[in-house]
C-alpha cells in the first residue's frame, strides 16, 4: 500500500488527530490529501516529529526503519521483546504503534508495517546502527570496490559493488577470519557510535597485505573508509554483531521519579506566599524604575552595574533580580524609552497590570515567563567573547526555552505531592526526548526548576495546585486567591521614626509608604523609615504637609508621633522657599537673606552664581545640577516651569511610548478543534478536485479544463443561477495550471466570487484567468 493512499484511506477523525498532534502539517493547509502526504514525508516534518518521541516509542520506529520492506507485528513483537531489560513488549508496543500511526510515522496494516516515506533518510543511524553498505561504500571507486569483493566474494557474479553487499549479507565468515585484535575494534563500535577517527583511512590495502587490525577490517570491507580520516561500520556488520538486536537493555516505561514527599496542602500555601512576593518584587522594580530609570546599554541589555543596585534594592540574589526584570519585560510591563540615549521604563502596561487583583497579576507574570524564550538564568555567565551577559540583551533569547519549561512542569505533574530530585527530572526527560539530549538542555531544565520556585509555581519542590491549573491551561487566578495573604491596610509607628507593617500592605499604601519613607528590612514584617530625605520625595511629588499628616493618621492604628510630625511640618516648612529656574538656570527666593546665605556660602563657588536682584540669582549650572547642589549644601529648593509653576515628580510620570512589548515563543500550538475540522473539510474537498480531474473530449490527458471564452461566462451564469458547483481550470499568478470545485455566487467588475472547496474559503477568481468550466 502507497503511503498517500494510506493517507487517504483514514477517516475524518484519524485525520484530525494527526493535524492536531503536528500543526506544522496545515500551515498552510496543502491544496489535496496527497500534498499532505508530501509535508508529512517531507526530512523537516520528520525531524521535528521524532522529536517529540520517547525512548521506546523511538526504538520501536528505529527497528522498523533498520529492516528492509514492510515487516509484521509479530516479528516486532519478537524483537522489541528480546531487547527489553525485563517485562513484556505489551501492551507498550500496541500503544506505541497506535500513537506511530496516528502521526503518520508509521503505515500499514499490521501484517505488513512500514515507516513512512522518508523516516528512514532522517534516522541516519538509528539505534547506534552505521549506514547499509551500499551507502557505505558510495564514495569508494569502482575500481577499489572490485579489488575488495575479489578478495571477499570470489566467484561471485555481478558488480564490485553488488558483490561486496552480498558477502556483507551474512558478515560472519568474514568477521571469523580476522584477529581477535580487529574483532575487538569491532565490538568497540558495535553498540555505537558506529564511526571511529583513523589516519590515511583512505590507504589501499588487500587482505593479503594487511598488517594492523584496522587494516584487515578496510581489507574486508568490514569497516568502510567515509573520508580521509573517518571509517564507518556497515550496518549488516553491526547487526550481525548485535546478534540481529536492534536495542539492548530497553525500558518500556518511564523510569520512576525519585525525591521527596511533600504535603500538598502546605506545597500550595509556600507556593502562593512566593507568587505574593515575586508580584510585589515586579511592582517594586517598576516603581523605582519610574523614579529612576537605567540607562540602556549601546548593544542593549541593562548594565552590570544597574544589574546589581537592581538586585541591592530588591533584596534579591543577582539571579533572582535578572529574573524578575525579565518576566517585567516579557509581560510588557517594561520597555525602553525616553531620551535618545534610552532607558528602561514602566509601559503604559504597566499602570493596568497593577490594579488587577494580586492573582490576575500573577498569572500574567507566570503565564509570560512560561511562554517567553528567553532564558534569564544565563545573566552573568560569559559568552564566545569572554563578555558577560547582560539581563535584557538580545542574545539570551533561545528557541527551544519555553519547550523545555513545558516538559519540566510536565514531569512534576506526573507525581503530585512529590518533589523529584534534579537527577531524577534529567533522567524522566532523558527518557521523554531522547533526540533533544544536550547541555544546554539539561542547563534549561535546571534554571526551570529554580525559577518556578521563585515564581510560585511550585512550593517545596513540588508542582502547587495554581501551577498545575496554570501549566494544564485552566484558569490558575480563582485557586490561587484563596491562598494569598491578606494585605493590610494599617502600619505601626513608632517614636524612632520608623513604620512596621504587620504583613503585607495593599497596593496603594505600599506605594504611598515607599514614597514616603526608606525601607530599612523586609521578613515577616517589613520596617520603614521616615527621614528628611523621603518626606522630601513625598513633598516633591506634590504631597503637602497636611495630607502626609493625614494619611498617616488614617493608616496608623497607634498615634502619630510627635517626633515625626515635627519632622514633616519642619521638612514642609523650608520645602520650596527656594525657587530654581532656567536661565542657564536661576534661583529665586522672597527671603533676601537666604540668598545672601547661598552666595556667601563657599561650597556654590563652582556654581558660579550671580545675583540678578535682590530675590534672582542666576547661574550657568542646568536647573537639574542646581537642585541637586542646594539639596547637597542642606537647602530644600523645588524646580519650577518657565511660568513659574512647581514641577512635581510624579512617582508614576515616566512611561514609554507606544505599545507594551509581549515576547512569546511564536511557534505553532495545537489548533483549536474547529480549525482542525475544517482543515480536513477543505483537503477533503481539495482531493475530490484532485482526483475527479478530468479533460473535455480531444484534450491531451493531464490537462485541466478548456472552454472557450464565451461558453466558460455562459456557464458560470447558468451555475450562479441554478446553485450549481463547477469545476474550472484557473491559471495563477506564476502561471501554473491548477483546478478548483467552486459554489460561483457572483460575477462582477471581471471577477467571480465564489466558495472554492479545494480551500474551504471564499475567494475571488480573475475571469481571465479561468481556462475551463466542467459540471460536477
Given at each position: 500500500?502507497?503511503?498517500?493512499?494510506?493517507?487517504?484511506?483514514?477517516?475524518?477523525?484519524?485525520?484530525?488527530?494527526?493535524?492536531?498532534?503536528?500543526?506544522?502539517?496545515?500551515?498552510?493547509?496543502?491544496?489535496?490529501?496527497?500534498?499532505?502526504?508530501?509535508?508529512?514525508?517531507?526530512?523537516?516534518?520528520?525531524?521535528?516529529?521524532?522529536?517529540?518521541?520517547?525512548?521506546?516509542?523511538?526504538?520501536?520506529?528505529?527497528?522498523?526503519?533498520?529492516?528492509?520492506?514492510?515487516?509484521?507485528?509479530?516479528?516486532?513483537?519478537?524483537?522489541?521483546?528480546?531487547?527489553?531489560?525485563?517485562?513484556?513488549?505489551?501492551?507498550?508496543?500496541?500503544?506505541?504503534?497506535?500513537?506511530?500511526?496516528?502521526?503518520?510515522?508509521?503505515?500499514?496494516?499490521?501484517?505488513?508495517?512500514?515507516?513512512?516515506?522518508?523516516?528512514?533518510?532522517?534516522?541516519?543511524?538509528?539505534?547506534?546502527?552505521?549506514?547499509?553498505?551500499?551507502?557505505?561504500?558510495?564514495?569508494?571507486?569502482?575500481?577499489?570496490?572490485?579489488?575488495?569483493?575479489?578478495?571477499?566474494?570470489?566467484?561471485?557474479?555481478?558488480?564490485?559493488?553488488?558483490?561486496?553487499?552480498?558477502?556483507?549479507?551474512?558478515?560472519?565468515?568474514?568477521?571469523?577470519?580476522?584477529?581477535?585484535?580487529?574483532?575487538?575494534?569491532?565490538?568497540?563500535?558495535?553498540?555505537?557510535?558506529?564511526?571511529?577517527?583513523?589516519?590515511?583511512?583512505?590507504?589501499?590495502?588487500?587482505?593479503?597485505?594487511?598488517?594492523?587490525?584496522?587494516?584487515?577490517?578496510?581489507?574486508?570491507?568490514?569497516?568502510?573508509?567515509?573520508?580521509?580520516?573517518?571509517?564507518?561500520?556497515?550496518?549488516?556488520?553491526?547487526?550481525?554483531?548485535?546478534?540481529?538486536?536492534?536495542?539492548?537493555?530497553?525500558?518500556?516505561?518511564?523510569?520512576?521519579?525519585?525525591?521527596?514527599?511533600?504535603?500538598?496542602?502546605?506545597?500550595?500555601?509556600?507556593?502562593?506566599?512566593?507568587?505574593?512576593?515575586?508580584?510585589?518584587?515586579?511592582?517594586?522594580?517598576?516603581?523605582?524604575?519610574?523614579?529612576?530609570?537605567?540607562?540602556?546599554?549601546?548593544?542593549?541589555?541593562?548594565?552590570?552595574?544597574?544589574?546589581?543596585?537592581?538586585?541591592?534594592?530588591?533584596?534579591?540574589?543577582?539571579?533572582?533580580?535578572?529574573?524578575?526584570?525579565?518576566?517585567?519585560?516579557?509581560?510588557?510591563?517594561?520597555?525602553?524609552?525616553?531620551?535618545?540615549?534610552?532607558?528602561?521604563?514602566?509601559?503604559?502596561?504597566?499602570?493596568?497590570?497593577?490594579?488587577?487583583?494580586?492573582?490576575?497579576?500573577?498569572?500574567?507574570?507566570?503565564?509570560?515567563?512560561?511562554?517567553?524564550?528567553?532564558?534569564?538564568?544565563?545573566?552573568?555567565?560569559?559568552?564566545?567573547?569572554?563578555?558577560?551577559?547582560?539581563?535584557?540583551?538580545?542574545?539570551?533569547?533561545?528557541?527551544?526555552?519555553?519547550?523545555?519549561?513545558?516538559?519540566?512542569?510536565?514531569?512534576?505533574?506526573?507525581?503530585?505531592?512529590?518533589?523529584?530530585?534534579?537527577?531524577?527530572?534529567?533522567?524522566?526527560?532523558?527518557?521523554e526526548q531522547p533526540r533533544r539530549r544536550g547541555p544546554l538542555r539539561e542547563q534549561l531544565t535546571e534554571f526551570a526548576l529554580r525559577e518556578a520556585e521563585q515564581l510560585g509555581v511550585t512550593g517545596l519542590g513540588a508542582l502547587s495546585g495554581h501551577g498545575r491549573a496554570l501549566t494544564g491551561g485552566q484558569e490558575a487566578a480563582p485557586v490561587l486567591a484563596p491562598l494569598l495573604p491578606e494585605p493590610v491596610d494599617h502600619v505601626l509607628l513608632q517614636a524612632d521614626l520608623t513604620a512596621v507593617a504587620p504583613g503585607p500592605l495593599t497596593s496603594e499604601l505600599n506605594r504611598w509608604m515607599t514614597l514616603a519613607a526608606d525601607v530599612e528590612s523586609k521578613g515577616g514584617a517589613t520596617v520603614y523609615r521616615f527621614s528628611e530625605s523621603s518626606v522630601r520625595?513625598?513633598?516633591?511629588?506634590?504631597?503637602?504637609?497636611?495630607?502626609?499628616?493625614?494619611?498617616?493618621?488614617?493608616?496608623?492604628?497607634?498615634?502619630?508621633?510627635?517626633?515625626?510630625?515635627?519632622?514633616?511640618?519642619?521638612?514642609?516648612?523650608?520645602?520650596?522657599?527656594?525657587?530654581?529656574?532656567?536661565?542657564?538656570?536661576?534661583?529665586?527666593?522672597?527671603?533676601?537673606?537666604?540668598?545672601?546665605?547661598?552666595v556667601a556660602d563657599r561650597r556654590s563657588a563652582a556654581l558660579r552664581l550671580r545675583r540678578l536682584a535682590p530675590t534672582v540669582i542666576a547661574s550657568r549650572s542646568s536647573r537639574a545640577v542646581l537642585v541637586d547642589s542646594l539639596r547637597a549644601m542642606g537647602y530644600a529648593p523645588v524646580p519650577e516651569s518657565l511660568d513659574g509653576d512647581v514641577i512635581i515628580s510624579q512617582l508614576d510620570s515616566r512611561r514609554t511610548?507606544?505599545?507594551?512589548?509581549?515576547?512569546?515563543?511564536?511557534?505553532?500550538?495545537?489548533?483549536?478543534?474547529?480549525?482542525?475540522?475544517?482543515?480536513?473539510?477543505?483537503?477533503?474537498?481539495?482531493?475530490?478536485?484532485?482526483?475527479?480531474?478530468?479533460?473535455?473530449?480531444?484534450?491531451?490527458?493531464?490537462?485541466?479544463?478548456?472552454?472557450?471564452?464565451?461558453?466558460?461566462?455562459?456557464?458560470?451564469?447558468?451555475?450562479?443561477?441554478?446553485?450549481?458547483?463547477?469545476?474550472?481550470?484557473?491559471?495563477?499568478?506564476?502561471?501554473?495550471?491548477?483546478?478548483?470545485?467552486?459554489?460561483?455566487?457572483?460575477?462582477?467588475?471581471?471577477?467571480?466570487?465564489?466558495?472554492?472547496?479545494?480551500?474551504?474559503?471564499?475567494?475571488?477568481?480573475?475571469?481571465?484567468?479561468?481556462?475551463?468550466?466542467?459540471?460536477?
Amino acid at each position: 500500500m502507497e503511503f498517500t493512499e494510506w493517507i487517504r484511506g483514514r477517516t475524518d477523525e484519524q485525520l484530525r488527530a494527526l493535524v492536531t498532534a503536528r500543526p506544522e502539517l496545515i500551515t498552510p493547509v496543502p491544496a489535496h490529501l496527497e500534498g499532505l502526504a508530501a509535508r508529512a514525508s517531507s526530512p523537516s516534518a520528520i525531524a521535528r516529529v521524532l522529536d517529540r518521541l520517547d525512548r521506546f516509542t523511538l526504538a520501536v520506529i528505529e527497528t522498523l526503519a533498520v529492516r528492509d520492506g514492510p515487516i509484521r507485528k509479530t516479528a516486532l513483537r519478537e524483537l522489541i521483546g528480546a531487547a527489553l531489560a525485563a517485562g513484556k513488549p505489551e501492551p507498550a508496543l500496541t500503544a506505541a504503534l497506535d500513537r506511530l500511526r496516528d502521526l503518520a510515522l508509521v503505515y500499514g496494516p499490521d501484517t505488513a508495517l512500514e515507516p513512512a516515506p522518508g523516516v528512514r533518510k532522517v534516522l541516519e543511524d538509528p539505534a547506534g546502527l552505521g549506514p547499509p553498505a551500499d551507502v557505505a561504500f558510495r564514495h569508494h571507486a569502482a575500481e577499489r570496490l572490485d579489488e575488495i569483493a575479489d578478495d571477499v566474494a570470489p566467484g561471485i557474479p555481478g558488480s564490485g559493488r553488488e558483490r561486496l553487499a552480498a558477502a556483507l549479507a551474512e558478515p560472519g565468515k568474514l568477521i571469523d577470519e580476522v584477529s581477535p585484535e580487529a574483532r575487538a575494534a569491532l565490538e568497540q563500535l558495535a553498540w555505537g557510535p558506529p564511526t571511529g577517527r583513523l589516519p590515511n583511512a583512505r590507504r589501499e590495502v588487500s587482505v593479503a597485505s594487511a598488517r594492523s587490525p584496522i587494516e584487515e577490517l578496510l581489507a574486508r570491507g568490514l569497516l568502510a573508509a567515509t573520508g580521509d580520516e573517518s571509517v564507518t561500520l556497515p550496518r549488516e556488520v553491526g547487526l550481525h554483531l548485535r546478534g540481529g538486536q536492534v536495542h539492548r537493555d530497553l525500558v518500556a516505561l518511564p523510569p520512576e521519579l525519585e525525591g521527596t514527599a511533600r504535603d500538598q496542602v502546605l506545597a500550595d500555601r509556600t507556593a502562593a506566599g512566593q507568587a505574593f512576593t515575586f508580584v510585589r518584587a515586579v511592582e517594586e522594580l517598576c516603581e523605582r524604575w519610574s523614579i529612576d530609570p537605567p540607562g540602556v546599554l549601546r548593544t542593549g541589555g541593562l548594565g552590570v552595574r544597574d544589574m546589581k543596585r537592581t538586585a541591592t534594592e530588591l533584596d534579591l540574589p543577582e539571579w533572582a533580580a535578572a529574573l524578575v526584570v525579565e518576566v517585567a519585560y516579557a509581560a510588557g510591563l517594561i520597555a525602553a524609552g525616553g531620551s535618545v540615549d534610552g532607558e528602561w521604563l514602566p509601559t503604559s502596561g504597566y499602570d493596568l497590570w497593577r490594579v488587577r487583583p494580586t492573582a490576575d497579576r500573577w498569572v500574567a507574570l507566570a503565564a509570560a515567563w512560561l511562554t517567553m524564550d528567553r532564558v534569564p538564568g544565563l545573566v552573568g555567565e560569559r559568552d564566545d567573547r569572554d563578555k558577560p551577559v547582560n539581563a535584557l540583551h538580545p542574545d539570551l533569547r533561545r528557541s527551544s526555552a519555553a519547550g523545555v519549561r513545558a516538559a519540566t512542569l510536565g514531569v512534576l505533574a506526573s507525581a503530585p505531592g512529590l518533589a523529584p530530585s534534579r537527577d531524577s527530572v534529567l533522567e524522566r526527560l532523558a527518557w521523554e526526548q531522547p533526540r533533544r539530549r544536550g547541555p544546554l538542555r539539561e542547563q534549561l531544565t535546571e534554571f526551570a526548576l529554580r525559577e518556578a520556585e521563585q515564581l510560585g509555581v511550585t512550593g517545596l519542590g513540588a508542582l502547587s495546585g495554581h501551577g498545575r491549573a496554570l501549566t494544564g491551561g485552566q484558569e490558575a487566578a480563582p485557586v490561587l486567591a484563596p491562598l494569598l495573604p491578606e494585605p493590610v491596610d494599617h502600619v505601626l509607628l513608632q517614636a524612632d521614626l520608623t513604620a512596621v507593617a504587620p504583613g503585607p500592605l495593599t497596593s496603594e499604601l505600599n506605594r504611598w509608604m515607599t514614597l514616603a519613607a526608606d525601607v530599612e528590612s523586609k521578613g515577616g514584617a517589613t520596617v520603614y523609615r521616615f527621614s528628611e530625605s523621603s518626606v522630601r520625595r513625598a513633598l516633591d511629588a506634590g504631597q503637602a504637609a497636611e495630607e502626609l499628616l493625614a494619611m498617616l493618621e488614617r493608616h496608623s492604628a497607634t498615634p502619630v508621633p510627635q517626633a515625626l510630625s515635627y519632622l514633616v511640618t519642619d521638612v514642609a516648612r523650608r520645602h520650596g522657599r527656594i525657587r530654581v529656574g532656567t536661565a542657564g538656570a536661576y534661583i529665586r527666593c522672597d527671603d533676601p537673606a537666604m540668598l545672601d546665605q547661598i552666595v556667601a556660602d563657599r561650597r556654590s563657588a563652582a556654581l558660579r552664581l550671580r545675583r540678578l536682584a535682590p530675590t534672582v540669582i542666576a547661574s550657568r549650572s542646568s536647573r537639574a545640577v542646581l537642585v541637586d547642589s542646594l539639596r547637597a549644601m542642606g537647602y530644600a529648593p523645588v524646580p519650577e516651569s518657565l511660568d513659574g509653576d512647581v514641577i512635581i515628580s510624579q512617582l508614576d510620570s515616566r512611561r514609554t511610548e507606544g505599545p507594551a512589548p509581549v515576547r512569546q515563543v511564536t511557534s505553532a500550538g495545537v489548533p483549536d478543534p474547529g480549525v482542525a475540522a475544517a482543515a480536513v473539510r477543505a483537503l477533503r474537498a481539495g482531493d475530490a478536485a484532485h482526483l475527479s480531474r478530468r479533460e473535455p473530449v480531444g484534450a491531451p490527458d493531464g490537462q485541466v479544463p478548456r472552454t472557450p471564452a464565451t461558453a466558460t461566462i455562459t456557464r458560470l451564469q447558468d451555475a450562479i443561477r441554478q446553485g450549481e458547483r463547477v469545476w474550472i481550470g484557473y491559471t495563477d499568478s506564476q502561471g501554473n495550471a491548477t483546478s478548483r470545485i467552486l459554489e460561483p455566487a457572483r460575477m462582477e467588475g471581471g471577477y467571480l466570487t465564489a466558495y472554492d472547496e479545494t480551500r474551504a474559503a471564499v475567494h475571488r477568481f480573475a475571469l481571465h484567468r479561468i481556462t475551463g468550466v466542467s459540471g460536477i
